[in-house]
């Protein structure tokens, strides 16, 4: 059976800079709360017109020209969203058409901030089982579109952005080790985005409701992800028969500093070994985990058969964790 290998990554964030002290002018808070709560001090915002698959696409070259391929060698493409340009289509078939992807089936992801995760098990499975040879797979928000700019509650957390990697099918033995995904409706209460399905369909009501924007508890949300974060991590090892002291690299899905640290605390892995971008990226849910990984892997921090440690937990709830080696 093959193993599926991580070849190039690529990642990008707009331009635009929001910081915690242009927040301070936008509602209630303060960049001391801010920083103190989750550890953010700014996050990139997408210029209006650039949207969820631009992101996407410029994530995706940089990932292409790293690994030396054209697209149309690429056999699927899959984005992990939960903002995508629109309902219909996938945003994957947006990024498939700019890119010439001639060749690739694509699809969408929503596992909201675990999306990547859930991708990577996707991938994974497919090239394993032998039916695709060369995936892309995506992690891309445009969460200010969907902020509630006059809810402090959660517009000092999300940012925009995008990640890439493209994995392929090898007979080494790195690669993907080990992927586990965790899904538990009965938690959809405490993160969702209410407005524009079939439950409330598009409607002045709706809007006035302010319906189309993230709603999170986030007390209750953080409770939880940590409790579940901290059994995970320490699960992912004791199936792959691995010590805290293997993992070269802790990459975290970056939602909040406190969260981070408590899961790294309790597998014995100190912050040296963690990756966060948090504190310039803010919360890009699906797209947090393949920025870090990218800004981790150029930056040499990941070196040839390192064990990395992947986890995310978002809205679902859904909670997810990978092995690699490099
Ligand atoms: O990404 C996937 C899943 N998401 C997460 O994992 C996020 C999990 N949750 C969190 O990261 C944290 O719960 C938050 C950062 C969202 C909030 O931190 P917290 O320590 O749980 O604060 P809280 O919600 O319990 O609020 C504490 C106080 C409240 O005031 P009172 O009721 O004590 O008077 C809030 O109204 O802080 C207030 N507050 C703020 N104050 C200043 C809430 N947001 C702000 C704000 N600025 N932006």
Redesign the pocket.
């Given at each position: 059976m093959p193993t599926a290998k991580i070849i190039a990554t690529g990642s990008y964030v707009p331009s635009r800079r929001l910081t915690n002290a242009d927040?301070e002018k936008m509602?209630?808070?303060?960049d001391e709360?801010?920083l103190e709560?989750?550890g953010i001090r700014e996050r990139r915002i997408a210029a209006a017109g650039e949207n969820t698959s631009d992101l996407a696409y410029e994530a995706a070259t940089a990932a292409l020209s790293r690994a030396g391929l054209s697209a149309d060698s690429l056999d699927l493409i899959i984005v992990a969203t939960i903002t995508g340009d629109m309902p219909i289509p996938a945003t994957a078939c947006f990024l498939q058409n700019r890119l010439g992807a001639h060749n690739a089936a694509a699809f969408d992801i929503n596992a909201?901030?675990s999306g990547f995760l859930f991708g990577l098990s996707t991938a994974n499975a497919y090239i394993r089982s032998g039916m695709y040879k060369r995936i892309l797979l995506v992690g891309a928000e445009a969460l200010s579109r969907f902020t509630d700019w006059e809810d402090?509650?959660?517009?000092?957390?999300f940012g925009d952005g995008a990640g890439a990697v493209i994995i392929e099918a090898s007979d080494g033995s790195v690669g993907i080790m080990s992927v586990d995904i965790h899904s538990d409706g009965s938690y959809w209460e405490l993160?969702n985005l209410p407005g524009g399905g079939s439950k409330y369909p598009p409607s002045e009501e709706a809007a006035a409701n302010r319906m189309y924007y993230i709603k999170?508890k986030?007390?209750e949300?953080?409770k939880v992800?940590v409790r579940t974060l901290e059994k995970l991590v320490v699960d992912a090892l004791e199936k792959n028969n691995l010590k805290a002291s293997d993992i070269a690299l802790l990459i975290p899905?970056q939602?909040?500093l406190?969260?981070i640290s408590a899961t790294a605390s309790r597998l014995g892995v100190g912050m040296d070994r963690v990756m966060v971008n948090l504190d310039r990226c803010g919360?890009t849910?699906a797209a947090s985990i393949p920025i870090a990984l990218d800004e981790a892997a150029s930056s040499g921090r990941i070196k040839e058969n390192d064990y990395i440690l992947l986890e995310a937990?978002?809205?679902g709830l859904t909670w997810a964790s990978a092995v690699i080696k490099w």
């Open positions: 927040l509602v209630e808070t303060s709360w801010i709560r989750t909201a901030c402090r509650n959660t517009c000092v957390l993160l999170m986030g007390n949300t953080f992800a899905h939602a909040n406190r969260i919360n849910s937990f978002g809205g």
